[in-house]
């Protein structure tokens, strides 16, 4: 069983950054294609974005964004710390939300939103607000 762990959120100004963090404890994620999504009060969860499996782990790498969030947010993977990180730049209040990820044996991210994800973390709170 995949546990993952998301880590990073807290308070922040519109404008400010913020990085979460996606582990697996004991496991690589090498081999999965990870989606983080975000779910604020009163609002259905959404997808954020989209890292698929690395060249080396049968996939492309490849990334995908929803839109309102292209151009500020990043996904990328440190395989030697066994991470997957969601830079968060020029944030807005509007991107308050729990934070969750999510991880699929997808190796590419087509459709990403839509698929049965394996495995899910607890999710991680950010705030944006002055």
């Known amino acids: 069983q995949v546990q993952l762990v998301e880590s990073g959120g807290g308070l922040v100004q519109p404008g400010g950054s913020l990085r979460l963090s996606c582990a697996a404890a004991?496991?690589?994620?090498?081999?999965?294609?990870i989606g983080w999504f975000r779910q604020a009060p009163g609002k259905e969860r959404e997808g954020v974005s989209c890292i698929a499996v690395s060249a080396g782990g049968g996939g492309d790498g490849g990334t995908d964004y929803r839109e309102s969030v292209k151009g500020r947010f990043t996904i990328s993977r440190d395989a030697a710390k066994k991470l997957v990180y969601l830079q968060m730049d020029n944030l807005r209040p509007e991107d308050t939300a729990v934070y969750f990820c999510?991880?699929?044996?997808?190796?590419?991210?087509?459709?990403?939103?839509?698929?049965?994800?394996?495995?899910w973390g607890q999710g991680t709170q950010v705030n944006v607000s002055s």
């Open positions: 004991g496991y690589s994620l090498d081999f999965y294609s």
């Open positions: 999510a991880a699929d044996t997808h190796r590419y991210c087509q459709d990403w939103e839509k698929w049965y994800y394996d495995y």
